[in-house]
């Protein structure tokens, strides 16, 4: 029963939103699909296909209904050496191994490590997407070509306009037909999708990839699937936390983690580069309307259909159109935080300082993954600075010629350098007692740390006693002193 109500709200629930929906997203996928197969070096149809295969395949073994998945130019961007120094049959292998890799990732169920990536690398990863996108798109409206820019404008009048009218149409949808149609019979000299390369009427066949079966493709290879599998999932859980954000929903992200390497694999066979999901499209997906699985379903079948059967409409499809879906149709302006602007100097600066780098980052490469991990390590580095600050505060009791020393704070690797220097080891004291009650001892560096400190006072004839240990920093203490005495 639980599987049939699932089924019945993924595929049933919206089905006038997502067909609408997947149409739009198909026509936005093929200049892109065009675009990053030339940023890998190889045929439009390899993305082409790529887009259309995974789409597919998204759809009934993806985590995230509503989400979609095809070429993408981060994915694109890790190719470009591998095709030009072996060609495209190491690619496809390479898109089966990443395909592999992924399953297993999903299998480990390693999307658990998401939670260690901070909201403020989020919002840059978001922010930078939506400005690589606007520049993207610059080039397709603003030319030397006034009519391009009437093209645009004419586009952006129709987005905004038309729910006016109606909304049981996406806006979007009747401004890209109605534009195209206008291009078609006025002969408007304007740059299309035919510009970006030749089309091939035909439908993938299943191929094996022309390698050999061998440790040294597999040397050649490994390393190009290993950074695949990274980027493809990480832009993958990134872009699906996000719509679950914009839908009020959950997915699963392992299941997500193995649909994308079924999906890859499937790729790869039918001559397809690796793909993983797109934030831009997914957004467009779900601003027309797509919320169920059925969008991403007919966004490939489309995406194949009109290249297959209306391959000669689609070639004429201005791409100033397109460029004005893609950047107003909300997905720049409504997927950058502009929220994060106004709060940039409310919330903290390491946050701020963070988002900052990982859109400058992101920008300045062009690698989202670049960014994203820029942003992961610099988080890092703020937290271990400030869970690193720890205060000892000490009390002599001169009657019974004691000294007390209160640490509070986290005593690991990186908080125990300075500490030292607190503690005066020649008093002339009796005892000295060491509180933690509001201390906690993490690692070997403390437990190091702590009986040095020991060591110097009863060096001096001191008398030194541990208090407030809680049970977890017991433990420790007590496993690495029989580790040190067993040896």
Not at 94 to 106: P, R
Request: proline content about 3%; hydrophobic content about 55%; aromatic content about 8%.
């Amino acid at each position: 029963m639980i599987l049939i109500n699932t089924f019945k709200v993924e595929w049933l629930g919206n089905i006038k939103g997502d067909i609408l929906a997947g149409i739009v997203v198909a026509l936005a996928l093929i200049p892109e699909a065009i675009a990053f197969s030339i940023i890998a070096g190889v045929d439009p149809m390899v993305g082409l296909y790529a887009s259309f295969i995974i789409s597919v395949i998204i759809a009934f073994v993806g985590g995230r209904p509503g989400m979609i998945s095809a070429a993408t130019g981060a994915m694109a961007l890790l190719m470009v050496d591998l095709v030009a120094q072996y060609g495209l049959e190491y690619l496809l292998a390479t898109t089966i191994l990443t395909g592999v890799l992924q399953i297993i990732f999903g299998l480990l169920k390693l999307a658990r490590f998401m939670k260690f990536i901070p909201r403020s690398v989020m919002v840059g990863f978001v922010n930078a997407l939506a400005i690589l996108i606007f520049m993207s798109q610059i080039p397709h409206i603003f030319s030397d070509n006034w009519v391009v820019m009437v093209v645009a404008l004419a586009t952006l009048a129709i987005i905004y306009l038309f729910p006016y009218i109606t909304k049981a149409v996406p806006s979007t949808l009747v401004a890209i037909v109605s534009v195209t149609a206008f291009a078609m019979f006025s002969d408007l000299n304007v740059f299309t999708v035919g510009d970006m390369g030749t089309l091939s009427q035909t439908l993938p066949v299943f191929l094996f990839p022309q390698v050999s079966l061998s440790f040294e493709t597999l040397a050649i290879i490994l390393p190009y699937a290993l950074a695949l599998t990274v980027v493809g999932i990480l832009e993958s859980l990134l872009t699906a936390a996000i719509v679950d954000d914009m839908t009020d929903t959950d997915s699963n992200k392992n299941r997500e983690s193995s649909g994308q390497g079924i999906a890859n694999i499937a790729a790869g066979f039918f001559g397809g580069m690796a793909g993983c999901a797109m934030i831009g499209q997914s957004v467009i997906n779900v601003k027309s309307g797509g919320k169920g699985r059925l969008s991403s379903l007919v966004a490939g079948l489309v995406l194949i259909l009109l290249i297959i059967v209306l391959g000669n409409i689609v070639v004429q499809i201005p791409m100033a159109a397109l460029a004005g879906v893609m950047v107003m149709v909300m997905v720049s302006i409504s997927t950058f935080d502009w929220n994060s602007l106004r709060t940039l100097w409310i919330v903290p600066a390491t946050d701020a300082i963070v988002m900052v780098v990982t859109v400058s980052v992101v920008v300045i490469t062009h690698d989202l993954s670049i960014g994203v991990f820029a942003g992961i390590l610099l988080s890092a580095i703020f937290f271990v600075s400030k869970i690193s600050k720890i205060n000892i505060l000490s009390k002599l009791d001169k009657e019974k010629k004691k000294r007390t020393y209160v640490i509070h704070g986290q005593l690991f690797f990186a908080s125990v350098t300075d500490p030292i220097a607190e503690f005066d080891f020649k008093e002339n004291v009796e005892e000295v007692e060491i509180n933690l009650t509001h201390a906690h001892i993490w690692d070997d560096s403390a437990v190091a740390f702590m009986e040095k400190v020991i060591a110097k006072f009863e060096d001096n004839g001191t008398t030194v006693t541990l208090t407030g240990l809680n049970e977890a920093s017991t433990l420790l203490v007590e496993k690495l002193r029989h580790k040190l005495n067993s040896h």
